[in-house]
């Protein structure tokens, strides 16, 4: 999975000449693959666009060009492709690839593809957890210093929407998953973030934990001659890098981090959330820009949806979201962020994650406990017999209804699974925005009931 030594990028993939007539083949008509398969037409190139899918279950390919052929509802098409583009959502070893590899077609990225023809600094950043936060908070950082940037790539707006539009005095904040680090040979990025790695998305790896870390630990070589990859001491170890780079095998700087004193003021909750503000100053420092405009901006910077961010608040009792916390890493971060016991609504899809550190923290934090979806029995379970309030609820209404008819005054309900959310919903995003719509409808309720 990592490359022995530096991937360096083909000169020709640069010029933007070298994509007039070239076949490519577009795996995936999401949000990524839409783009990717935009800015090769506009380059020229022959593009087919394939999704398993149907076109009415794809409503980004409703305006495509009518010249991108595309191949919806049937196998992913490659017919005489000499690159490929494949959608982050195929796992390194799906069957697919079987054929890419025997013709020896070039395997890219989406993000590779913007970053092959972009003119603008790119700053990476990847990590299991707090990648979205970190990268919005450095792109905020530069806007401060009224500099052109866009925030890029995992955090929902493609790198090939901005490729070409970006200045060559601007930059581009990449969120890089490690969905996407496997298949990005070239980057060319100034400096790196790696936030931290724990035990998430081996199943994507097919259970492989080496494999995981390697597609992240891949951002290093990934980097400009000389550039810093700052990770989190406390946090992280990066021997084996280190020892490349002692060996002269690897030429970057590794620069570790760790929360700055006193804290760094903020909105934003806990510890975890320090370590993501320093290293964006951390950043700041390296690209020789205002450290105290980085400040100020972060005094006023919005938490991202669905971490930690608090829904509604109505007779003294909170109602928290964080359903982000996909992981069990994040929903204990989030936890032990807060000041007091909360009320707890968990679970979710069953990745096969080690949940023992998890329910460590709900046992240590949590005045109660209401489960939900696959991982919600084991949870329960392993709940039973303990000093908490525990139950198994089955689904997120019925856990909030429950947690709403013991909350107190002054008590927080949080919504804090530590597991994805592909048992019962779309995504995290579905799950956040369907706990804010329960939590208004069962408070509208309670006020009607009350005023009556």
């Keep these: 999975m990592r490359p022995k030594m530096r991937v360096k990028s083909l000169d020709e993939l640069r010029n933007h000449s070298w994509w007039q007539g070239r076949r490519v083949a577009v795996w995936g008509a999401g949000i990524s693959g839409v783009a990717a398969a935009k800015l090769l037409y506009q380059l020229g190139a022959q593009v087919t666009l394939s999704d398993a899918k149907t076109a009415a279950d794809l409503p980004l390919t409703k305006d495509l060009p009518k010249d991108i052929k595309t191949y919806f509802g049937q196998k992913n098409h490659l017919g005489d492709a000499e690159v490929l583009i494949p959608s982050p959502g195929l796992k390194p070893s799906h069957e697919l690839f079987n054929e890419v590899k025997q013709r020896g077609i070039r395997i890219m990225s989406e993000i590779e593809l913007g970053a092959q023809l972009t003119q603008a600094t790119i700053i990476a950043v990847t990590g299991t957890d707090g990648k979205s936060t970190c990268t919005k908070l450095i792109a905020e950082a530069i806007q401060a210093q009224d500099l052109w940037v866009r925030a890029v790539g995992n955090i929902g707006d493609p790198i090939c929407n901005w490729a070409l539009k970006a200045p060559k005095n601007g930059y581009l904040v990449v969120e890089v998953s490690a969905f996407q680090l496997w298949s990005t040979h070239y980057l060319n990025a100034r400096c790196a973030v790696i936030t931290n790695i724990a035990e998430d998305h081996y199943d994507y790896f097919d259970g492989s934990a080496q ?31 280190n020892n490349q780079i002692q060996q002269e095998q690897l030429n970057i700087r590794l620069s570790s981090y760790q929360v700055l004193e006193p804290k760094i003021d903020s909105p934003l909750l806990g510890e975890h959330n320090q370590y993501n503000l320093s290293v964006a100053l951390a950043c700041i420092r390296e690209l020789c820009l205002d450290e105290q405009k980085a400040r100020e901006r972060f005094k006023s910077f919005a938490p991202l949806p669905y971490r930690m961010t608090l829904s509604r608040k109505l007779d003294r009792i909170s109602y928290v979201n964080d359903s982000k916390a996909t992981n069990v890493h994040a929903a204990c971060s989030g936890i032990e962020s807060l000041d007091l016991s909360p009320i707890v609504i968990c679970g979710g899809y069953d990745k096969g994650l080690d949940l023992s550190p998890f329910i460590t923290t709900l046992k240590t934090k949590a005045k109660a406990v209401f489960c939900i979806g696959q991982t919600g029995p084991k949870i329960h379970e392993a709940l039973l017999n303990q000093t908490i309030i525990s139950m198994y609820c089955e689904t997120l209404d019925n856990a909030l209804r429950e947690a709403y008819h013991i909350a107190e005054a002054d008590d927080l309900i949080l919504l804090s699974p530590a597991a994805s959310s592909f048992d019962q919903f779309k995504s995290f995003e579905d799950r956040g925005a369907t706990f804010d719509r329960l939590v208004a409808s069962l408070l509208s309720k309670s006020v009607k009931t009350v005023s009556e």
Excluded at 215 to 224: H, P
């Design 211 to 241: 494999a995981y870390r390697e597609a992240k630990v891949r951002l290093a070589y990934l980097l400009q001659d000389n550039a810093p990859l700052f990770y989190p001491l406390a946090r992280l170890s990066l021997d084996d890098l």
